[in-house]
């Protein structure tokens, strides 16, 4: 280890999978991103000699892998359908001699009968299976080619496994068990505490600003913004580098060759920003990423948890931003039930996206929440580095509305959703409400002094808290608890955020005005002091508004201040050196 890595520890537990796969046991590794999992089976591929044969997904992951191992003096390579024939005849000349250590394949060659054939030419000591959360269909980004890898296993039953991946509920790692046939494995669990990330979750609005701010205050750090879409990704990109950051985009409607491109000048820096799809990042081992947003909810905790996990690899701090909207959660919901119309897929797909709503909209501790979901108990109440310990919101003795709440789901005979109920209470006369008589319930109108936002908060604190329950898959309606039906024969208190006046995001950081109100000032100083000069009224120059998102945003040239809403051609030119030397000076 110390000869080809400069290594003389180890990370926790990676010595105790090593020695596990070198006894010859099956083995199941669970570590977060970052923790050395590529290690676990490198070394033991120099220690058994033989070949050690690597199942990845992504040719980009590959070629990483590869290109780091050869520079060490480990004879690796990879057998893709880029390589041309010499490249392939050499692989299969170092599989005969026995000089390859280790090869990498993608998940369907590695069960073609004619790579078979060659694979038994050749002495096989380990297979390692990365990114093995793939394989379940539980498991966040199910791949049906990796259940073909049980072909694989039957091909070579006396050879050790090893299976990784960094992200794997207790469900996953058992299917990932069975699926693989792996016998008596010893499995091993690291912590999914990275304690070095601080999560923040902020409403979604007006997103380009957001991350135009957000920028202009992070010009040092590099950091990947995820989209849900291509359009996504090229439109953030292009508007960064309107306001004069270096950005590009990621997706797969790009050539191999510019995906290369795009990576290789992150890799070296040379470009601040990507704007990408969930594909990138995967496999890539760059530590220092400062930064990562999620411009759109991602589909799953688990997902989420990969992708935040890219950023402080080097043990230093990183921030994870995820802007959220209930329109995004909305449009997931209708794309997996487009992409699964029905079955146990579409039941999986939605109860995970509906734990990844509920991380966003929690008042408690986010770090406690990603934990619990991992199956890892977290010793604390808060961890100080998310959003919601660093501004908890107060609770207050709400047993009143919860008891009000849980009165109209009776009403309703629990067959409706948190909006429908929430409306009932706020008394709105929409069709859905007068059409089916909800406006003659009791309960109808009773608490209109709170906004549905606020009702959506409540409701799913009382789910996590236990007096309601959520059940169904598309279209999830709310329910009465044993513990719910306590509550209305008045046996409990209930403890719920405190009411906030407005429509404010539960569970999320409100959005403040972004403006840099030291700037904001010194720009009003300038405006007024050139309205004197050229005898105008000072909103003539530029609106308070225009100020507000110069100071947000710091534009420091005219190509970026020309971005800004109200600085046109004829005003940049005559009031934009001005200001541009106060964005600059600040």
């Not at 390692?128 to 072909?151: K, M, V």
């Not at 496994?161 to 299917?175: E, G, H, N, S, Y």
């Not at 904001?520 to 225009?546: Q, T």
Request: aromatic share 8%.
């Amino acid at each position: 280890m110390e000869k080809h890595w400069g290594y003389s520890a180890f990370r926790p537990l990676q010595q105790e999978i090593i020695r596990s796969v070198l006894s010859g046991s099956d083995t199941l590794a669970i570590l977060a991103t970052g923790s050395g999992k590529s290690l676990c089976y490198q070394l033991p591929a120099l220690c058994h000699g033989g070949l050690t044969l690597v199942i990845s997904p992504l040719i980009a992951l590959m070629k990483d892998q590869v290109d780091d191992l050869n520079h060490r003096g480990i004879p690796a390579a990879a057998w893709t359908s880029a390589q041309d024939a010499g490249d392939l005849a050499g692989i299969r000349n170092g599989l005969i001699d026995g000089t390859l250590r280790i090869l990498f394949v993608s998940p369907e060659r590695s069960v073609q009968p004619a790579f078979l054939a060659c694979l038994k030419k050749t002495p096989l000591r380990l297979i390692a299976i990365d990114e093995a959360h793939c394989i379940s269909a539980w498991g966040h980004n199910f791949r049906p080619e990796y259940r073909q890898l049980i072909t694989l296993r039957r091909s070579f039953p006396q050879v050790t496994v090893i299976a990784l991946t960094a992200t794997a509920t207790p469900d996953v790692r058992k299917d990932i068990i069975q699926q693989l046939d792996l016998k008596r494995p010893r499995e091993f669990v690291g912590s999914f505490d990275r304690k070095n990330l601080r999560y923040c979750v902020r409403e979604k609005k007006n997103p380009l600003v957001f991350i135009a701010h957000y920028l202009g205050q992070h010009r040092t750090g590099q950091g990947i913004i995820y989209c849900l879409s291509r359009n996504d990704t090229e439109e953030i990109a292009r508007d960064l580098q309107k306001r004069g950051f270096s950005a590009l985009a990621y997706h797969a409607g790009l050539s191999r060759q510019a995906l290369e491109s795009v990576q290789d000048s992150f890799l070296k820096g040379t470009v601040q920003v990507i704007c990408a799809t969930v594909a990138f990042g995967m496999g890539i081992d760059k530590p220092d990423v400062r930064f990562v947003i999620h411009h759109t909810l991602p589909r799953s905790l688990e997902a989420y948890y990969q992708e935040t996990g890219r950023a402080g690899r080097d043990g230093l701090s990183g921030e994870c931003i995820l802007l959220f909207s209930k329109s995004d959660a909305a449009r997931l919901r209708s794309l997996a039930a487009h992409d699964s119309p029905g079955g146990s897929a579409l039941r999986i797909a939605l109860a995970k996206l509906q734990a990844m709503t509920d991380f966003c909209e929690t008042t408690s501790c986010r770090r406690r929440q990603i934990l619990r979901y991992f199956g890892e108990a977290y010793p604390h109440d808060t961890c100080g580095s998310c959003d919601t310990c660093e501004n908890p919101v107060g609770m207050a003795d709400c047993t009143e509305a919860a008891c009000l709440i849980a009165r109209c789901i009776l009403a309703l005979s629990g067959r409706f959703g948190s909006d429908l109920i929430s409306d009932v209470l706020r008394g709105s006369k929409g069709t859905k409400i007068t059409g089916n008589g909800f406006d003659l319930l009791s309960v109808y109108g009773k608490g209109k002094q709170y906004s549905r936002t606020q009702y959506r908060s409540w409701i799913a604190e009382l789910v996590r808290q236990g007096f309601l329950e959520r059940t169904g898959d598309q279209y999830p309606v709310i329910g009465l608890t044993a513990r719910g039906r306590e509550l209305l024969a008045g046996r409990v208190t209930v403890m719920l955020p405190a009411p906030v006046p407005g429509p404010a995001a539960p569970g999320a950081a409100p959005v403040q005005d972004t403006a840099d109100a030291v700037l904001f000032e010194k720009l009003k100083g300038l405006r007024k002091e050139l309205a004197g000069k050229y005898s105008v009224l000072p909103y003539m120059i530029f609106p308070d508004k225009c100020l507000k998102e110069m100071a947000a945003i710091r534009p420091l040239d005219r190509a970026g201040l020309a971005t800004i809403s109200g600085v046109g051609p004829y005003k940049l030119t005559r009031y934009g050196p001005a200001f541009l030397e106060v964005l600059r000076a600040a």
